[in-house]
């Protein structure tokens, strides 16, 4: 079982940044691409941004140009830096890891409120 472990959430207020963490498995984190993902209350769970192993990035048009996907190799730890952040923005963030076409692991989700 990969357990990813995310962390940063919180309140903030509208036009703040704020940043997220999700820590995985040192092996598993390295040699796999993982993606950020929300869900806003009443909302289906959509996708925000994803990051190859190698750094290459892609988000949703939601957050393009907003909203910033990295990773720590040596820290086994992927970020999703927030700015401009509005009240569209509050959700429930997971970080998101697949191996191969039926392996999906989820963090818990940490929950990101943007006041106006």
């Known amino acids: 079982q990969v357990q990813l472990v995310e962390s940063g959430g919180g309140l903030v207020q509208a036009g703040g940044s704020h940043t997220l963490s999700c820590a995985a498995p040192g092996s598993i984190f390295r040699t796999n691409a993982m993606d950020w993902y929300r869900q806003a209350p009443g909302k289906q769970r959509e996708w925000v941004a994803h990051i190859t192993r190698g750094g290459i990035t892609s988000y949703s048009d939601s957050v393009k140009g907003r909203f910033t996907i990295s990773r720590d190799n040596a820290k086994n730890t992927m970020y999703l830096q927030m700015n401009s952040l509005n009240p569209e923005d509050t959700a429930v963030y997971y970080c998101?890891?697949?191996?191969?076409?039926?392996?999906?692991?989820w963090g818990q989700g940490t929950q990101v409120t943007v006041a106006s």
């Open positions: 998101y890891l697949g191996i191969g076409d039926y392996q999906d692991y």
